[in-house]
């Protein structure tokens, strides 16, 4: 039962971008153990997690998704305060910004603004997502979300399918989830352990890199009005993610 309603928790969080499922696993004293057992494929054990996971994840999604359909604005100003905070925690333990990181931090800028997609919650939900664009962000996102720090749903943001995805979960579009599962497999066998070598030697290159990501995609969230509730609502959810990584910074 504690793997179970540690799993819902879990699933609940990481729909939000900027919360690391890396963070909230650290938090649990599971990581380490959770990590060599996921490469090994030893899944059994955690059973009542994924349980618990998917469960957290769907309710999740179910709710953000009839947000985004009714109140897009309010919904995009509160993750984008999500968002802009998860910065501190990716670049938590880094040196200070110099010449060659500065070159990493705008080279991430300049791609997350030049990438990203249609603004979220703009376009019809499920529509005109290929398969690979799936599998690629199964992939990805999940790799990194293991990653302590790094926010898995920040990158679907990236690549735009945040809001679809949200839509495949609430409308249980097996076939789109099934893409989106295999390449979340293959993020866990293949990339995980590339990612965290990479993240091991190459940290604070790649944490400015990733931090000038997460502000070039901001753009496909701002909202086409702002009102008193709807800066409440962003800082919200900038203070939400910002005492997160306060408690990140509390683990041993």
Do not use: H
């Not at 179970?4 to 938090?27: D, R």
């Not at 091991?200 to 290159?205: H, V």
């Amino acid at each position: 039962m504690k793997l179970f309603i540690q799993g819902l928790i879990l699933g609940l969080l990481i729909v939000l971008p900027g919360m690391s499922g890396g963070t909230v696993l650290l938090i649990f004293g599971i990581y380490e153990s959770l990590v060599k057992d996921l490469v090994k494929l030893k899944i059994k054990p955690y059973i009542p997690l994924i349980l618990g996971l998917s469960l957290g994840i769907y309710l999740g999604s179910y709710t953000f998704a009839l947000f985004f359909k009714n109140y897009r604005d309010f919904t995009a100003l509160f993750l984008l305060g999500c968002l802009l905070a998860s910065i501190k925690a990716v670049l938590k333990d880094t040196p200070k910004l110099n010449k060659n990181l500065f070159i990493f931090f705008i080279t991430g800028i300049v791609i997350g603004v030049t990438t990203a997609g249609e603004p979220l919650g703009q376009v019809i939900p499920g529509e005109g997502t290929s398969w690979w664009l799936l599998v690629v962000g199964g992939a990805l996102s999940t790799a990194a979300m293991i990653i302590p720090g790094v926010p898995g749903s920040s990158i679907l943001i990236m690549l735009g399918i945040y809001d679809n995805l949200l839509f495949y979960i609430k409308e249980l579009n097996i076939i789109n989830l099934l893409l989106y599962g295999i390449g979340s497999l293959i993020g866990v066998v293949l990339l995980l352990k590339i990612l965290e070598r990479l993240f091991e030697r190459y940290k604070p290159q790649l944490s400015y890199f990733f931090a000038g990501l997460i502000i070039g995609s901001t753009r496909i969230l701002l909202p086409s009005s702002l009102n008193l509730i709807g800066f409440s609502l962003f800082l919200i959810g900038f203070l939400s993610v910002w005492f997160w990584s306060n408690k990140e910074e509390k683990q041993p």
